[in-house]
């Protein structure tokens, strides 16, 4: 019996040693992709905003993106995202998403 413990003595200090950096290395990999989604989350909910104030204002959508970022200061880090601005009409509200572009994309 006391052989026994002695052996579970000896494996649980190394599988501690393994255990701990790939616990943290994944738990910040996970902070870090959080993160970046709620980064993303809030510039798509910035930009219907605007939108929805240059309704109000002017009476018609923004003909394109580029008017937004004109007139309503909205600042985009265009190496990091992919704004697809698409206009149906000038009477419907257009459809506004928010694309995260690759990360190898962004090392470039």
Not at 33 to 45: D, M, R, V, Y
Request: glycine share 6%; net charge negative.
């Amino acid at each position: 019996m006391k052989e026994k413990k002695h052996w579970v003595r000896k494996l649980w200090f190394p599988a501690l040693c393994v255990g701990i950096p790939v616990f943290f290395v994944s738990a910040v990999s996970g902070l870090r992709e959080g993160n970046g989604t709620e980064e993303k989350k809030q510039l798509e909910e910035a930009i219907r905003r605007s939108v929805i104030t240059c309704y109000a204002a002017e009476g018609v959508y923004p003909p394109d993106f580029s008017y937004i970022k004109e007139k309503y200061g909205i600042v985009v880090d265009e190496s990091r995202y992919l704004v697809v601005y698409d206009v149906f009409a000038e009477n419907l509200m257009p459809d506004i998403t928010v694309l995260e572009r690759d990360y190898e994309e962004n090392r470039e």
